[in-house]
């Protein structure tokens, strides 16, 4: 089994500072990392090729960004690729990166499965697997919650709204995109954190790929002006004089904001438990 | 050695002796304690000539020194790099010492303020006398001391041994040495398959020095002989700084504070001025902070709202706290510094100079790291890597003043922590300057009976004083 | 603001938390101990005294300075180690 992972290296979100007047980020206090997400894509690769699969970790960034790619080495990860794209031409889009990581795929030998990070923790768009999935012409699930191998089929569960689920099942190859819970990173050896210590990192720029600037001229929003968020005020509330005082003194401390109103049920269990299952069917939940 | 007085040489030479004749390297003053399991490396662990534990400034000058020799020199970190687990004040004060090893090292490095003004502050509740010493003869190369943030300094230093070609290896934390018969030949990394063999094991793993402790090398510490500092970097605009710290350009000023700052703990504040931040401070004894029930950040909170203080950090945002000891009692907790296959050094051998004005480490760091590294490259020349051998690391100590400063200011650290010392001059001085300045009609009085009143107010006798005195003279003095 | 309380400067440093615990304390052993220092001496107050005579302790803050198990006059009450690799606190100015 072949398997390739996508790893996107993003400010560690506990490093992430705004100066409070200018509302800038202060990147010279970032860390990067790889998001949890992308972590546990590599983990779940990791188990599903077992000891004798391949796993190949691609990831689109600076020089800096081989950090993640080491780490996915030291973890167990058979071989790395960073794809890059010359100073000019700044990513933005992730019709970007998604062309970039499809060109990088094409290039080696093509993987059973592709498995991302269901959202990276800085833009969070979710929109990378997807698009990858339309280069390659591959099927796609996100917001994957399970994974199981069957053959030549994967069986997936995906997280639907509100706490609803689908299951599913994708001929591979396939790209999944999994969610960040799904799976913890395992602990490098020290044979393989000194083995991708001494590694050299292959990188493929744009040439390398087959693809010019111009492929990648996807529109992009652009930033026309930056205005410090500005704290939004507050109307004060004050309490409807019409009423009684223990009424106004609830309607300040709960700063007039009302609950929803419940509706107790009383009678024997029997009677109870109707009265639910009837609500229940009138609002279509059963 | 000609510095050295008569009586300081003989307590050095017998500490010596006592040193290197430890058998079983437990230190002298202490009870017998249980001996951690001495594990032998599993087969198939990668060998290096010299392993060094631990990338703060004693790790990557012993690793920089071995590898420049040509050895395969292993330095393991057990931070996601060298200096993220790192706090100094912190003002360097090893310029000329790096210079050695690194011309012009300031030119590349991350330096922060090159100090030429250098503040001594008594302080009570309400008043501070202070000394303040400035010279534009700091201002040349190679200086004298730099500010500088260990988390930047420690990456450049642990770089320049990278480039030397020592193999850096973060975030693999050394849990025990392992041994052969009675030689160190290992150490075993917190990782799967975390065996590795070495020659020489340098323990520069800071001032827990696990590793020391862990080899029978020192015993467990005292809560009185052990600092706890804290620390804030204030961010501050650069031309702020100059102006209220009256900086030219790149100059910069450390300021230690010793008297009531910490209140009735033993301690003392700092302030160093960075490029565009301050470095501030308190440092507590832990066992005095435990008597009194102080929480450290509270002091640090006392500290800067301190008359003499607040103006000088007004206006600054907290960007970053941080926590780590300080080994206090210099020569007394000098641990057996070598072992066969071992050696120690830095915070790892107690080899930080504290003493009121004096808070140095990082320098002696540098200094014992480069003597083990070279006593390491010896070990090599000759194949011999016993205990024997390995001694010779003392005699290079000495040579480079290491062991001579501990042991001649071996009574500071007991005077520097006295109640009298901590609290009550301090106090004194301030009344003292207090009547000096305050005109309010009366008669202009003369110097001594204002000393001698204060000293009566606080009941203190004269023979006190003149013990103290002594005292100092002894620890500073001569 | 020169001034603020201890949880808004902990924000200003970071953590990488492990799952597993550095450091472990003994509640029986605490639940004994009337000096506390620990409590105290904590630069990060991850000691927390209980109304039960207990010691609520969390790992997650934890500088890795030593100051506890130094100031403690427990035999065995803390059980303390520094992080696995990569774990832990890291500073970036300090
Ligand atoms: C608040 C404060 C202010 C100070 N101010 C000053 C000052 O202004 N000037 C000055 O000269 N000195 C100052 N010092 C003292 C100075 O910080 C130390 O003396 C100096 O850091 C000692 O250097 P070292 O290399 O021996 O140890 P450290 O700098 O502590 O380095 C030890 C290294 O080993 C690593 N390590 C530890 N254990 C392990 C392990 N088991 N496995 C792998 N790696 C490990 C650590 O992560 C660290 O990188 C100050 C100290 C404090 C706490």
């Known amino acids: ?286 | 050695m000609a510095l050295l007085s008569k009586e300081a040489s003989l307590a050095l030479v017998q500490q010596v002796h006592r040193l290197i004749g430890m058998k079983n390297g437990v230190a002298p003053h202490d009870a017998p304690r249980p001996r951690p399991q001495r594990n032998a490396p599993r087969p198939g662990a990668e060998r290096f000539d010299v392993i060094v534990v631990g990338a703060g400034p004693a790790g990557s000058a012993a690793a920089l020194v071995a590898a420049r020799a040509g050895l395969k020199v292993l330095l393991l970190e057990r931070g996601e790099y060298p200096g993220a687990k790192n706090v100094s004040g912190a003002a360097f004060y090893g310029s000329a010492i790096l210079h050695d090893l690194i011309p012009n090292w300031w030119e590349q490095a991350p330096v922060e303020r090159y100090l030429t003004r250098r503040v001594l502050a008594f302080m009570t509740a309400e008043t501070s006398v202070a000394i303040d010493f400035r010279t534009t003869r700091f201002a040349e190369p190679p200086y004298n001391g730099f500010s500088i943030l260990r988390p930047k300094f420690d990456r450049w230093f642990a770089d320049q041994a990278v480039a030397a070609g020592a193999f850096l290896l973060n975030a693999a934390v050394v849990d025990e040495v392992l041994w052969e018969d009675d030689q160190v030949v290992g150490v075993r990394v917190r990782r799967d398959e975390g065996d590795l063999r070495a020659d020489v094991v340098i323990a520069c793993d800071g001032a827990n020095s696990f590793l020391a402790k862990n080899a029978g090398l020192q015993r467990e510490f005292h809560a009185h002989e052990m600092s706890l500092g804290v620390k804030e970097v204030l961010a501050l605009d650069e031309a702020i700084i100059r102006e209220r710290f009256h900086l030219h350009d790149n100059d910069g000023l450390a300021i230690e504070y010793i008297g009531a700052i910490t209140e009735e703990v033993s301690g003392g504040g700092f302030l160093y001025t960075n490029r565009d931040s301050l470095s501030l401070g308190v440092i507590g004894q832990i066992s005095s902070l435990a008597e009194h029930k102080r929480r450290p950040y509270e002091l640090l909170e006392t500290f800067k709202r301190h008359p003499a203080v607040a103006p000088l950090v007004r206006g600054g945002r907290v960007r970053e706290y941080s926590a780590h000891i300080i080994p206090e009692a210099g020569w007394n907790m000098l641990p057996k510094l070598y072992t066969g296959g071992m050696l120690v050094a830095g915070d790892a051998a107690a080899l930080c100079f504290v003493a009121g004005l004096y808070l140095e480490g990082i320098n002696y760091a540098i200094q014992s790291g480069i003597a083990a590294g070279e006593t390491a490259v010896a070990a090599h020349q000759e194949r011999d890597f016993s205990a024997r051998s390995l001694a010779r690391y003392v005699e290079r100590l000495r040579a480079r003043h290491v062991i001579t400063d501990f042991a001649n200011y071996r009574h500071a650290p007991a005077l520097v922590n006295s109640p009298r010392l901590q609290n009550l001059y301090p106090e004194i001085i301030a009344a003292g300057a207090e009547q000096v300045f305050r005109v309010n009609g009366g008669p202009k009085r003369k110097l001594l009976p204002i000393a001698l009143e204060a000293l009566r107010r606080a009941q203190v006798s004269p023979v006190h004083v003149l013990q103290d005195a002594l005292q100092a003279g002894r620890s500073f003095g001569w | 603001m020169v001034s603020i309380p201890l949880e808004e400067r902990m924000r200003t440093v970071r953590f990488k938390v492990d799952d597993q615990p550095h450091i472990v304390v003994n509640a029986a052993v605490c639940a004994k101990c009337s000096v506390r220092a620990c409590v105290y001496v904590c630069p990060a107050n991850l000691f927390v005294p209980l109304d039960d005579g207990g010691i609520l302790f969390n790992y997650e803050e934890c500088f890795e300075c030593g100051t506890c198990y130094i100031a403690c006059n427990q035999e065995g009450a803390i059980q303390w180690s520094y992080p696995r690799g990569g774990y832990g606190v890291t500073f970036r100015e300090a």
Request: overall charge neutral; hydrophobic content about 45%; glycine content about 6%.
């Open chain 1, 1 to 286: 089994m072949r398997i390739a992972v996508c790893l996107k290296q993003v400010p560690d979100p506990a490093t992430v500072e705004v100066d409070p007047l200018t509302a800038a980020l202060d990147t010279r206090r970032m860390l990067y990392i790889a998001g949890p997400a992308d972590t546990a894509a590599l983990e779940l690769a990791l188990r599903l090729a077992g000891p004798t699969g391949q796993v190949s970790a691609l990831c689109v960034g600076p020089p800096a960004a081989d950090a993640v790619l080491r780490m996915a080495l030291a973890v167990g990860a058979t071989e790395v690729r960073r794809l890059w794209v010359p100073p000019f031409l700044s990513l933005q889009a992730p019709a970007q990166t998604a062309l970039l990581l499809a060109a990088g795929l094409q290039r080696a030998t093509i993987p059973d499965l592709v498995l991302c990070g269901a959202r990276s923790s800085d833009q969070g768009s979710g929109q990378a697997p997807a698009l990858l999935a339309e280069f390659l012409d591959w099927p796609v699930v996100c917001d994957v919650t399970q994974i199981a191998m069957e053959g030549d089929r994967v069986r997936v569960q995906r997280r639907l709204d509100r706490g609803a689920r689908e299951e599913l099942e994708v001929r591979l190859p396939a790209v999944l995109a999994v969610e960040a819970n799904l799976a913890r990173l395992r602990h490098a050896s020290l044979p393989g954190l000194m083995r991708a210590e001494r590694a050299s990192v292959p990188v493929s720029h744009l040439e390398d790929l087959g693809l010019e600037p111009a492929d990648l001229a996807f529109p992009t929003a652009s930033v026309r002006a930056v205005t410090p968020p500005r704290p939004r005020t507050r109307p004060i509330f004050t309490p409807d004089s019409t009423r009684p005082a223990h009424e106004r003194i609830t309607q300040i401390i709960t700063a007039g904001v009302t609950r929803k109103s419940g509706k107790v049920l009383e009678g024997p269990p029997a009677q109870m438990a109707d009265a639910v299952v009837e609500f229940l069917r009138e609002r279509g939940f059963v």
